[in-house]
């Protein structure tokens, strides 16, 4: 079982509090590290593989999702750009990650994948600190698609 399984579990249950809400294709949740302030996960649900494992229709929705979750994020926070990744190396379970990005990030930064972040330091999910923040995407959300 991986991490994803693990998480899609609990947001199932009401049990991850990372969880802003459901959306047709799984659940939208913060990241737990936010040195991008906004940055979310996508969990599919049900938990599959990868892309690939979807049928077509499926495919649209989790990609359509995805790319409705960076509307979200241009709309409530200050952010001028979404990077969108999909990668599966490590948590072999479909998932994307979708990073605001924001043009007081250092010029090196900004020209770089996130992955160039020290994600050890980085601050970490706060419930209190980042509810405001999901709420808002929550609401942009609920006002602009039908979540589930």
């Known amino acids: 079982m991986t991490l994803i399984h693990e998480r899609v579990s609990l ?3 009401g ?3 990372t969880v802003i809400c459901k959306m047709k294709s799984g659940w939208l949740v913060l990241g737990d590290v936010q040195f ?3 940055y979310c996960v996508l969990l599919a649900d049900p938990v599959v593989e990868s892309l690939n494992s979807l049928d077509s229709e499926q495919r649209i929705d989790f990609l359509n999702d995805m790319s409705i979750v960076g509307d979200a994020l241009l709309a409530v926070t200050d952010c001028y750009l979404i990077n969108y990744e999909i990668l599966g190396n490590t948590e072999t379970a479909l998932h994307a990650h979708i ?3 924001y043009k007081n990030e250092t010029e090196e930064r900004r020209k770089k994948p996130v992955w160039f972040y020290d994600w050890q ?3 970490k999910f706060n419930k209190e600190k980042h ?3 999901m709420q808002k995407i929550k609401s ?3 006002k602009n698609i039908i979540t589930k």
């Open 140 to 142: 942009y959300l609920e």
């Open 131 to 133: 509810g405001e923040l």
């Open 15 to 17: 049990k991850n509090e």
């Open 36 to 38: 991008l302030e906004g």
């Open 121 to 123: 330091n980085a601050p």
């Open 99 to 101: 990073f605001p990005r």
């Open 11 to 13: 947001a199932q249950q």
